[in-house]
T-cell receptor, first 113, second 115 residues
Framework: GENVEQHPSTLSVQEGDSAVIKCTYS??????FPWYKQELGKRPQLIID?????GEKKDQRIAVTLNKTAKHFSLHITETQPEDSAVYFC????????????FGSGTRLSIRP | SAVISQKPSRDICQRGTSLTIQCQVD?????MFWYRQQPGQSLTLIAT?????????ESGFVIDKFPISRPNLTFSTLTVSNMSPEDSSIYLC????????????FGPGTRLTVT
């Protein structure tokens, strides 16, 4: 089955700097890659996603890139702010209906003031 | 996005007992899922709750331990049976609306502590 690896497990950046989180997946049939943000004690929230027919997607300060050949995808957060501090999970959907998603292990992002 | 609620929000249970968690959605949804999130860990899919048929369980999860019901398109229950301290986790339901973006949204979770 699908296996999603995520790194780093923890990341600390200065406020205003950029943060990058990287993931790899194993199943070449995966075609949907969402990113979730989970603040302490709260539910995971979908922040951005990308389908396999595009290489990059941007939404204000966050962007996701996808390299299907290498089976890599990444989350980029620019101009980081204190409210970006959270755990971020990447995920991949291993079947064509995109109904089941497999999560990475998570990255705890801390923004230093 | 769908509005999802779960009951209870938290519970403390004794080992050997069972707890049933409810998930309610404010609209009809095609797919409902149950996840477990152990402390400090990622989300692990337990099963897909299918309306009108038995749930589909992931490797490592069995129906006797985690029976699931899905009586209609807006409601599902997950029971954690014969609990042990290792079952202490947050249990979350999620829904897939079936719309173009394949987006999944999560309920607020049920924090279970087994003593």
């Amino acid at each position: 089955g699908e296996n999603v690896e995520q790194h780093p497990s923890t990341l600390s950046v200065q406020e205003g700097d950029s943060a990058v989180i990287k993931c790899t997946y194993s199943d070449s049939a995966s075609n949907y890659f969402p990113w979730y943000k989970q603040e302490l004690g709260k539910r995971p929230q979908l922040i951005i996603d990308i389908r396999s027919n595009v290489g990059e997607k941007k939404d204000q300060r966050i962007a996701v890139t996808l390299n299907k050949t290498a089976k890599h995808f990444s989350l980029h957060i620019t101009e980081t702010q204190p409210e970006d501090s959270a755990v971020y999970f990447c995920a991949a959907s291993p079947d064509s209906s995109a109904s089941k998603i497999i999560f990475g292990s998570g990255t705890r992002l801390s923004i230093r003031p | 996005s769908a509005v999802i609620s779960q009951k209870p929000s938290r519970d403390i249970c004794q080992r050997g007992t069972s707890l049933t968690i409810q998930c309610q959605v404010d609209s009809q949804v095609t797919m409902m899922f149950w996840y477990r999130q152990q402390p400090g860990q990622s989300l692990t899919l337990i099963a897909t709750a299918n309306q009108g048929s038995e749930a589909t369980y992931e490797s490592g999860f069995v129906i006797d331990k985690f029976p699931i019901s899905r009586p209609n398109l807006t409601f599902s229950t997950l029971t954690v049976s014969n609990m042990s301290p290792e079952d202490s986790s947050i249990y979350l339901c999620s829904v897939y609306t079936g719309q173009a973006a394949y987006e999944q949204y999560f309920g607020p979770g049920t924090r279970l502590t087994v003593t």
